[in-house]
T-cell receptor, first 112, second 113 residues
Framework: EAGVTQFPSHSVIEKGQTVTLRCDPI?????LYWYRRVMGKEIKFLLH????????ESGMPNNRFLAERTGGTYSTLKVQPAELEDSGVYFC??????????FGSGTRLTVV | SQELEQSPQSLIVQEGKNLTINCTSS?????LYWYKQKYGEGLIFLMM?????EEKSHEKITAKLDEKKQQSSLHITASQPSHAGIYLC?????????????FGKGTKLSVIP
């Protein structure tokens, strides 16, 4: 089966601009997650979708971050406006159930 | 303070040597995952442990979860250059079917031929 696909793989934007990251989960996986790793820190949970519904968004840092999953398929994570501290690697993962996480390759976001 | 401590932070070993990476928490680990990451790639799933005392092996990699479910180790036997990368432990620390994983900072492994 195809894995979790994320794009772009890299994005460099200026502070104040908007960036949208996309994640295509494995077909049939109802659960979709966003995580991120900022420089020098551990990977941290952002949010969890079950189909198109946000199940848990306790990790979203602030209201500059907006995640959507229209139709319960692919998901987007928009950062608007981007700040320097948003730089890092954003990972998406999907699973059919609790214990079957598959991660994507990540999007490396650099805000300058 | 970190909820999941990984040690060591980095490790350089000669090819053929054995090595161990540890993942420790002061809280119960309801599900413990080991992942490997190479630069530019996603997290590759290695193993998942759930029960206290559980041990799993795949090829030359063995992972264990202690009886108290607060510490896990990853052991590589006869290391090879292909084992190089960043090893991450991730855990469900909430239980009750939580989907949220907490990660350690990772251990960077280099294997010298």
């Amino acid at each position: 089966e195809a894995g979790v696909t994320q794009f772009p793989s890299h994005s460099v934007i200026e502070k104040g601009q908007t960036v949208t990251l996309r994640c295509d989960p494995i077909s049939g996986h109802d659960n979709l997650y966003w995580y991120r790793r900022v420089m020098g820190k551990e990977i941290k949970f952002l949010l969890h979708f079950v189909k198109e519904s946000k199940q848990d968004e306790s990790g979203m840092p602030n209201n500059r971050f907006l995640a959507e999953r229209t139709g319960g398929t692919y998901s987007t994570l928009k950062v608007q406006p981007a700040e320097l501290e948003d730089s890092g690697v954003y990972f998406c993962a999907s699973s059919r159930n609790t214990y079957g996480y598959t991660f994507g390759s990540g999007t490396r976001l650099t805000v300058v | 303070s970190q909820e999941l401590e990984q040690s060591p932070q980095s490790l350089i070993v000669q090819e053929g040597k054995n090595l161990t990476i540890n993942c420790t928490s002061s809280k119960t680990l309801y599900g413990l995952y080991w992942y490997k990451q190479k630069y530019g790639e996603g997290l590759i799933f290695l193993m998942m442990l759930q029960k206290g005392g559980e041990e799993k092996s795949h090829e030359k990699i063995t992972a264990k979860l202690d009886e108290k479910k607060q510490q896990s180790s990853l052991h590589i036997t006869a290391s090879q250059p292909s084992h190089a990368g960043i090893y991450l432990c991730g855990a469900d620390m909430r239980g009750a079917g939580s989907y949220q994983l907490t990660f350690g900072k990772g251990t960077k492994l280099s294997v010298i031929p």
